[in-house]
């Protein structure tokens, strides 16, 4: 028994590295996504539109297999980042769209501040405007995260030792699928609980100026 608490405890750290690093790779791939989209030129706009809507169009999971199999035939990324990778552009492909449309709630005014006082278009959103983005765009980037949480589950298709991938293994050691996908099904919900109540604390970090507390 204490072999299997060991196998679920190290499977649930897999998992959360395994979101943690995804989470990472996403944010960084959704900046990017939502400033090509918001690029004046035609030319970089619309393949970047064409793009996302791809990765939005196709299902998670031959995503997911499309970056193991695919990238692995010219670089040795393995399982483990293979997986990371996938799930931060599925994670990216959808926050990017959260992210775009908060950048384009900032007033107007706000950029037109910053060129007044002599910054560049660069300075003014790094400095000015994305401190403000992240307000907006953390309840779009809230859900994703979840979802994030619940896709890590996918990678187990490629051999990622993650919670799901160890649920099968033990259960295929001791024939009981009852008991061990129930003991999977509380570590997730533990999980999602823990980050939503992170989430709320979060959101009324971002926004107690509004509501006029300190």
């Known amino acids: 028994m204490f072999d299997i608490v060991t196998l679920f405890a190290t499977a649930t750290l897999t998992t959360l590295v395994l979101a943690v690093v995804s989470l990472f790779i996403g944010i960084i791939l959704t900046v990017i996504l939502a400033v090509l989209e918001m690029s004046k030129y035609s030319f970089i706009s619309v393949p970047s539109a064409i793009l996302v809507a791809l990765m939005r169009g196709l299902p998670e999971i031959l995503v997911v297999f499309l970056i193991y199999f695919g990238l692995n035939e010219f670089i040795?990324?393995?399982?483990?980042?293979?997986?990371?990778?996938?799930?931060?552009?599925?994670?990216?492909?959808?926050?990017?769209q959260s992210l775009r449309g908060a950048i384009k709630a900032i007033p107007k005014g706000q950029w037109e501040s910053g060129a007044a006082l002599g910054f560049s278009n660069s300075y003014t959103f790094t400095r000015i405007i994305l401190p403000q983005v992240w307000r907006h765009a953390l309840p779009g980037f809230a859900n994703q995260w979840l979802v994030l949480l619940k896709d890590t589950a996918?990678?187990?298709?490629?051999?990622?030792?993650?919670?799901?991938?160890?649920?099968?293994?033990?259960?295929?050691?001791?024939?009981?699928?009852?008991?061990?996908?129930?003991?999977?099904?509380?570590?997730?919900?533990?999980i999602t609980l823990i980050s939503q109540k992170g989430i709320t604390k979060l959101e009324h970090r971002f926004t107690h100026f509004e509501r006029g507390t300190a």
């Open 154 to 190: 996918l990678v187990s298709l490629i051999g990622v030792n993650d919670l799901m991938r160890q649920t099968d293994l033990i259960n295929a050691t001791t024939h009981k699928p009852f008991t061990w996908y129930m003991v999977a099904m509380i570590i997730y919900l533990i």
């Open 76 to 96: 040795e990324l393995g399982a483990f980042l293979s997986g990371a990778l996938a799930l931060g552009i599925i994670f990216s492909s959808y926050a990017s």
